[in-house]
């Protein structure tokens, strides 16, 4: 007799290890037992590890905690404030340091530009003081309207000691001469800086040695002359001396020959402006064809009326100059020797 039929106990362990057909086919997957449910547990309070874990995850910044400063005591403070004084007295030190020091740079550059200063005058000396002198008053005189504070030192001390004063003497005068024509090939400034050059080259503008010189030898190319002036200039001096000889011969002087034009007393223009100076003058005009008659060179209107304003033979400083006086003075006072003073 067959009892009833036995029913197998459903096991929920025995099904989950069972293997089950997957969707793509009869390949089975494995499957991991299921976690047994915990019931929900109240939120612990972090601990400070857990707090330190959560700064160092770069999904949440971390969080500056103030570092709060513990309260002083009374000894600390005193000890502090002494500290800080302390501080404030070497900085203070330091700056009064560095600006003494500072002061003390400051001193030695301006001693060591006085004493630069005061050796390039004592190189310069002579003539380059009477030329700074000149310079530097240009401001309390006042002078012609071409003399401005630019214009070249030298030329400012030609018309501060040489320009418009009446020279007689033979020397002078041929100097005088022979660089007015030297003015066609340069200019005043050019020829006064090396004025120096040209008295050692025509002996000291002596007429009767310079008459003497040979003519080949002092216009050949390389010669010291050559850099002066052109053959054609130099060989119009060197005649120039031969013809003054002659003149010396016969009117006793070249100074009494050439004042004679002028009745031995300087013309007197007195210009306001310098567009009132000519060129030339009917005067220049005669003594130039009686020098030409002579023989000169290089003694047109113009050349010689340059030369009668440097010899003093008319008085071109416009009469705002303080110049234009001081020549007349000189005229009158029938001063003779035209030579500046040294």
């Given at each position: 007799?067959?009892?009833?039929?036995?029913?197998?106990?459903?096991?929920?362990?025995?099904?989950?290890?069972?293997?089950?057909?997957?969707?793509?086919?009869?390949?089975?997957?494995?499957?991991?037992?299921?976690?047994?449910?915990?019931?929900?547990?109240?939120?612990?309070?972090?601990?400070?590890?857990?707090?330190?874990?959560k700064k160092s995850t770069p999904s949440s910044p971390p969080i500056a905690v103030p570092n709060f400063p513990q309260r002083e005591t009374a000894p600390s403070l005193l000890r502090r404030q002494d500290s800080m004084t302390a501080s404030c007295s070497s900085d203070a030190s330091s700056s009064t340091t560095d600006?003494?020091?500072?002061?003390?740079?400051?001193?030695?550059?301006?001693?060591?530009?006085?004493?630069?200063?005061?050796?390039?005058?004592?190189?310069?000396?002579?003539?380059?003081?009477?030329?700074?002198?000149?310079?530097?008053?240009?401001?309390?005189?006042?002078?012609?309207?071409?003399?401005?504070?630019?214009?070249?030192?030298?030329?400012?001390?030609?018309?501060?000691?040489?320009?418009?004063?009446?020279?007689?003497?033979?020397?002078?005068?041929?100097?005088?001469?022979?660089?007015?024509?030297?003015?066609?090939?340069?200019?005043?400034?050019?020829?006064?800086?090396?004025?120096?050059?040209?008295?050692?080259?025509?002996?000291?503008?002596?007429?009767?040695?310079?008459?003497?010189?040979?003519?080949?030898?002092?216009?050949?190319?390389?010669?010291?002359?050559?850099?002066?002036?052109?053959?054609?200039?130099?060989?119009?001096?060197?005649?120039?001396?031969?013809?003054?000889?002659?003149?010396?011969?016969?009117?006793?002087?070249?100074?009494?020959?050439?004042?004679?034009?002028?009745?031995?007393?300087?013309?007197?223009?007195?210009?306001?402006?310098?567009?009132?100076?000519?060129?030339?003058?009917?005067?220049?005009?005669?003594?130039?064809?009686?020098?030409?008659?002579?023989?000169?060179?290089?003694?047109?209107?113009?050349?010689?009326?340059?030369?009668?304003?440097?010899?003093?033979?008319?008085?071109?400083?416009?009469?705002?100059?303080?110049?234009?006086?001081?020549?007349?003075?000189?005229?009158?006072?029938?001063?003779?020797?035209?030579?500046?003073?040294?």
């Amino acid at each position: 007799m067959s009892g009833p039929p036995r029913v197998r106990p459903m096991n929920i362990a025995h099904l989950e290890s069972r293997p089950v057909l997957a969707p793509a086919g009869n390949k089975t997957r494995p499957t991991e037992p299921r976690k047994p449910l915990s019931k929900p547990t109240k939120k612990s309070e972090k601990t400070p590890q857990d707090v330190k874990h959560k700064k160092s995850t770069p999904s949440s910044p971390p969080i500056a905690v103030p570092n709060f400063p513990q309260r002083e005591t009374a000894p600390s403070l005193l000890r502090r404030q002494d500290s800080m004084t302390a501080s404030c007295s070497s900085d203070a030190s330091s700056s009064t340091t560095d600006t003494s020091s500072l002061s003390g740079r400051v001193g030695v550059r301006k001693k060591q530009y006085g004493l630069k200063r005061e050796k390039v005058e004592r190189v310069v000396g002579g003539a380059d003081s009477l030329m700074t002198d000149s310079i530097g008053s240009l401001e309390s005189r006042k002078r012609c309207a071409w003399v401005t504070p630019t214009t070249d030192p030298w030329y400012a001390a030609f018309h501060d000691e040489e320009w418009g004063v009446p020279v007689h003497d033979d020397k002078r005068l041929f100097e005088l001469l022979s660089l007015s024509g030297a003015l066609a090939e340069r200019t005043w400034p050019e020829i006064l800086n090396k004025r120096n050059m040209f008295r050692e080259v025509f002996l000291d503008f002596d007429p009767i040695a310079v008459s003497n010189l040979n003519e080949k030898k002092f216009v050949s190319p390389g010669s010291c002359a050559s850099s002066l002036l052109s053959e054609v200039k130099l060989r119009a001096i060197i005649e120039n001396a031969h013809q003054m000889c002659k003149v010396i011969i016969e009117f006793g002087s070249f100074s009494k020959y050439i004042w004679n034009f002028v009745n031995h007393k300087p013309i007197v223009s007195q210009f306001r402006y310098p567009r009132q100076v000519p060129v030339k003058t009917p005067k220049a005009e005669m003594i130039s064809k009686d020098l030409v008659r002579r023989g000169f060179r290089s003694v047109g209107p113009t050349v010689i009326y340059t030369f009668m304003q440097v010899a003093g033979l008319t008085n071109d400083h416009l009469i705002s100059c303080f110049r234009f006086k001081e020549c007349m003075i000189m005229a009158e006072a029938g001063e003779k020797d035209g030579t500046p003073k040294s």
